[in-house]
């Protein structure tokens, strides 16, 4: 029962009561009784218009309150001419109007953020106060490699890669450059605050092409000044030594071919000196890449047969898994060989013995792709951030070169490309034309 009810019956009550006491001790006095019962009517008449106009400022607070509720900001209320009606009315058509900027400036703020976050090419995650994952932007969506929907909701040690759990061990305010798939991504995790509580987000951004391009600067030089340098001094010394031969003749029969033997050893080793030097700088002097429609299988095809002997040797076995016939790609069929050549040579040199090398084409979301997979014992996390480093080797006696050539060669083209190695799970170098 309403509080208006319960008034409307206590004066109807006390009314009563009261007619019915008068009735009683003026029965006698039909005038008086009828004047008071009269009174009486007219009181309880006013008593409900009282209650009634109480009641009006009550029902315009509750029926505020409901719009409120309901986020209907439009509604605003006409004054009646009774001030402290019209002093109540004035003060929540402002706060009316305060609240539905405040809205159109969030919605305004929120729609903004969200179009930045949608552009951004930085990978942003948004954790809520459990730790799950509450927004992933599409950038972070592709650096995790799962779509929207199987990470909001999740814990990122829960996604099940390396990538992510590195993610889930960033403590707040610590940024590291994290490797993920043959790239280098630069993560930082921090905090802000949501109702007075703190939650966490990641940023992270691609350094690939950034940290490639400085490398690139760094190692450009270092050759050009090595070879610079060594190329100086070989000509001058092949110069001498073949000089030199020409004395051979005031030498004794004797000593003749020791010496003629120890100039031709020290040519020849400034001749590998000069071919070595020449090999470093074929990356930095390559040139923009001279696009041909080739056909891609073809080309896979030839370097198979030149390291057919090699593999037979070693019993390592090929598959080819064509899963689509694939159109002439436009690329520089002479770069292009060397770095496939690179990349199988490479394979080759992981399986070792008895072991297979699977050469896979194919196209996905109409982009053909290549794989080159083998298996061979993989790449430790440790090594794999360093790859395509200029100069950096696992094997012994090796310029470190080779990777980052393929890397040189694959960039001048525009072609996408990754370097993966699951534990457990085949080797895999694809590459996106």
């Keep these: ?91 929540y058509n402002r706060m009316i109007d305060q609240l539905r900027e405040e809205r159109t400036r969030l919605q305004e703020q929120h729609y903004f953020m969200d179009k930045i976050l949608t552009a951004s090419p930085s990978g942003i995650i948004t954790l809520d106060f459990d730790g799950k994952v509450a927004l992933v932007n599409p950038s972070a969506s592709r650096l995790l490699g799962l779509a929207e929907s199987a990470v909001i909701g999740q814990s990122l040690d829960e996604l099940g890669t390396a990538f992510a759990r590195a993610l889930h061990d960033l403590v707040v305010g610590e940024s590291q450059v994290l490797p993920l798939q043959g790239q280098r991504v630069r993560c930082h995790k921090a905090q802000f605050l949501d109702q007075g509580f703190p939650r966490s987000f990641i940023l992270m951004e691609e350094l690939t092409e950034e940290l490639r391009l400085s490398e690139k600067a760094a190692y450009e030089k270092v050759i050009r000044l090595l070879a610079h340098e060594v190329n100086n001094s070989t000509g001058a010394v092949n110069s001498l030594l073949h000089s030199c031969l020409n004395y051979k003749g005031q030498l004794r029969e004797a000593d003749r071919g020791d010496f003629e033997n120890a100039l031709q050893v020290a040519s020849d080793r400034i001749d590998h000196l000069s071919a070595f030097m020449r090999s470093f700088a074929e990356v930095v002097k390559l040139p923009a890449p001279h696009l041909q429609p080739v056909d891609l299988e073809a080309l896979l095809r030839d370097i198979a047969l030149l390291m057919r002997a090699e593999c037979e040797r070693r019993n390592i076995e090929w598959d080819w898994d064509i899963q689509a016939d694939l159109k002439r790609i436009p690329m520089d069929e002479n770069q292009m060989e060397q770095a496939f050549v690179n990349i199988l040579k490479n394979a080759v040199e992981a399986v070792g013995e008895d072991g297979r090398i699977t050469i896979r084409l194919g196209k996905l979301q109409d982009r053909p792709f290549a794989v080159v997979e083998d298996t061979g014992a993989g790449i430790a996390p440790e090594v794999a951030e360093s790859l395509f480093t200029p100069f950096f080797s696992t094997k012994e006696n090796r310029r470190g070169l080779g990777l980052t050539l393929v890397q040189e060669i694959l960039s001048r083209h525009g072609f996408a490309f990754s370097l993966e190695s699951p534990p457990g799970e085949p080797t895999r170098f694809t590459i996106r034309f």
């Design 1 to 91: 029962m309403s509080l208006r009810t319960k008034l409307i019956l206590y004066l109807i009550g006390i009314h009563l009561v009261f007619a019915g006491l008068a009735g009683y001790l003026l029965r006698e006095e039909k005038f008086w009784l009828l004047g008071i019962e009269a009174f009486f009517v007219l009181s309880f008449a006013v008593g409900v218009r009282l209650i009634q106009h109480f009641w009006v400022p009550i029902d315009l607070i509750r029926t505020g309150a409901e719009l409120i509720g309901e986020r209907d900001f439009t509604s605003k209320f006409v004054e009646v001419g009774q001030p402290e009606m019209d002093q109540l009315v004035r003060v």
